[in-house]
């Protein structure tokens, strides 16, 4: 029900923008968002946008990150910028609906050189 995309690898300090859309059966979303996962690690949040366009973004990527959403198309964006190796994880997107939470498949992102 989400897709997302956009995924890669990049060279340290590159740039990267995920996308992610929500199929037309979830609607009235909420809060739309990020986590990432990285490797022998647990899960944890990037950010998130509200159907308002407030934004929350974890330490570590405050600076480097914004997050935008296209209400009218229900996608939620992640543009990274000057990512390091330790951006390397597999970023889900989320989107929540009277409470509930529905995620994207994953996409990949590595930082190596």
């Known amino acids: 029900q989400l897709q997302a995309s956009g995924g890669g690898s990049v060279q340290p300090g590159g740039s990267l923008r995920l996308s992610c859309a929500a199929s037309?059966?979830?609607?009235?979303?909420?809060?739309m968002g990020w986590y990432r996962q990285a490797p022998g690690k647990q899960r944890e949040l990037v950010g998130t946008?509200?159907?308002?366009?407030?934004?929350k973004y974890t330490d570590s990527m405050k600076g480097r990150s914004t997050i935008s959403r296209d209400n009218a198309q229900d996608t939620v964006y992640l543009q990274m910028n000057s990512l390091k190796s330790e951006d390397t994880a597999v970023y889900y997107c989320?989107?929540?609906?009277?409470?509930?939470?529905?995620w994207g498949q994953g996409t990949l992102v590595t930082v190596s050189s």
């Open positions: 989320y989107a929540v609906r009277a409470g509930a939470y529905y």
């Open positions: 946008i509200t159907s308002g366009g407030i934004t």
């Open positions: 037309s059966t979830i609607f009235s979303i909420n809060d």
